[in-house]
């Protein structure tokens, strides 16, 4: 959903000049207002998030989430930022569970938006302390029209009561791996792996707190 700017990896992730260079991207969100707290979504309902950069604890910005649509089948909400360096305006699609049909997912240092079919598994209820689930999707590049696969192993970590600037919350703590099928290879850039840890509030239907660490190699350069 969100974008920071990179950050070189400190030097225990950096091999000998000429083997590789990493890249890192890191974030924090928390939700900072909702129009509403109830589960079902309801057309106009918003929710904002302070975004800070997980490394030194910048302010980024903000993130505005706004329900346009609600369907048996399918949820539609714009995604809108009001900082440069932050996603550009998007529209999200989402089964009623929060799966992904239509989302943003990190490639490389940028966002790009994915069309999921089956839909991503962002959750797999019930959510369930230590319940694991691993599952392949395909995706479609909206902008180009590439294939790709991207691969989710998540895990539910627990339960856990937390305060974000919109209040207390019980939640339910969500850590999953991604990996998001983006390799070049001819081009020596290896796939964007994804660490995101969510705390899910049950009672809004959705997360109030967001962390996520991204990084990919490039193979074709060394280490400057």
């Not at 790009?112 to 959510?127: C, G, I, Q, R």
Request: with cysteine; hydrophobic share 35%.
């Amino acid at each position: 959903m969100m974008k920071c700017t990179s950050k070189r990896c400190p030097a225990p992730f950096e091999k000998s000049a000429d083997a590789l260079r990493l890249f890192r991207v890191g974030l924090t969100a928390a939700l900072l207002t909702a129009s509403a707290i109830a589960m079902a979504a309801v057309e106009g309902d918003s929710f904002v998030y302070r975004v800070t950069n997980a490394y030194n604890k910048e302010l980024r910005g903000h993130i505005s989430y706004r329900v346009d649509k609600t369907e048996s089948n399918q949820i539609t909400q714009s995604v809108s930022a009001d900082k440069p360096g932050l996603p550009i305006p998007t529209t999200e699609i989402l089964t009623p569970e929060g799966k992904w049909l239509r989302h943003s997912v990190v490639n490389r240092e940028r966002l790009v938006d994915y069309n999921f079919s089956p839909a991503y598994p962002t959750y797999e209820f019930p959510l369930e302390p230590g319940k694991e689930w691993s599952t392949r999707v395909n995706a479609t590049n909206a902008e180009t029209q590439a294939n790709h696969s991207v691969r989710v192993d998540a895990v539910v970590a627990g339960n856990e009561r937390i305060r974000v600037p919109a209040g207390e919350f019980d939640t339910i703590k969500i850590k999953r791996q991604i990996y998001a099928g983006d390799g070049v290879y001819y081009m020596q850039y290896k796939e964007t792996n994804i660490s995101e840890i969510e705390w899910y509030a049950p009672s809004l239907g959705r997360a109030v707190r967001f962390e996520r660490n991204s990084a990919y190699a490039d193979l074709s350069r060394g280490v400057r």
